[in-house]
């Protein structure tokens, strides 16, 4: 099945409160799980870069596991980073350590780091020119950066899509499911990225399914 595009920004304020209000904590956890395994005992000292940070879920809860980082969440959408600043000034002992920034990669403007990791969940596949995230995550990734990145894979056909939709969104707004089921449309595939990463010279870093409908891309730059 070809990729079929989607919008790249979550514009409409009402589609980015149904999204901030939708329980992601089982993906959530599985990212913060796999950066746990694929980098044990590490203590993530200095900066974090969130690419994609929507409503802010990773760049918090990587602020609460990692309490001698900073987090930088960058994202396009205006409507996703004011609900990411509401919920920031809840967090009064996070206030001085998270950081949200509005721009479009890779004309916006990021401190240059360097960074202790480089983080993203579920922005790939928004991206109608994927090569734009590896380009901006080779030049910010200094060696010893450790990257993770997690994002949905596309299934074989809109058969297989419209079945995971109902498998993990059936009683989820209407919303959200329209949404799930064009972002597995527009999602790339693992072999896709291993093609992506070997031209930007990104070919260190490991490609993996973790469920059915999930892959991580992760690695130490070097």
Not at 29 to 44: I, Y
């Amino acid at each position: 099945m070809k990729r079929r595009l989607e919008p790249e920004l979550m514009e409409d304020p009402l589609q980015a409160e149904v999204y901030a209000a939708a329980d992601f904590a089982e993906a959530d956890s599985l990212m913060l799980q796999a950066f746990n395994e694929a980098f044990p005992e590490v203590e993530l000292q200095g900066p974090v870069l969130d690419l994609g940070c929507g409503p802010g879920n990773m760049a918090f809860r990587f602020a609460e596991r990692f309490p001698r980082c900073q987090v930088i969440g960058v994202d396009g959408s205006a409507a996703m980073l004011a609900i990411a600043d509401q919920r920031k000034k809840s967090r009064a002992e996070l206030i001085d350590r998270i950081r949200f920034l509005q721009g479009i990669i890779p004309k916006v403007r990021i401190p240059a780091g360097p960074y202790a990791a480089i983080i993203s969940n579920s922005f790939l596949h928004h991206l109608h020119r994927p090569e734009v995230l590896w380009g901006l995550i080779s030049h910010y990734a200094q060696p010893g950066c450790q990257i993770l990145i997690m994002d949905l894979y596309r299934p074989d056909s809109p058969q297989q899509a419209q079945g995971l939709v109902e498998k993990y969104a059936s009683s989820e707004p209407e919303v959200l499911r329209r949404d799930f089921y064009h972002s597995l449309l527009a999602a790339l595939t693992p072999d896709e990225v291993k093609q992506q990463l070997a031209t930007v010279g990104l070919g260190e870093l490991v490609v993996r399914k973790t469920s059915d409908r999930h892959m991580i891309i992760v690695g130490q730059k070097s």
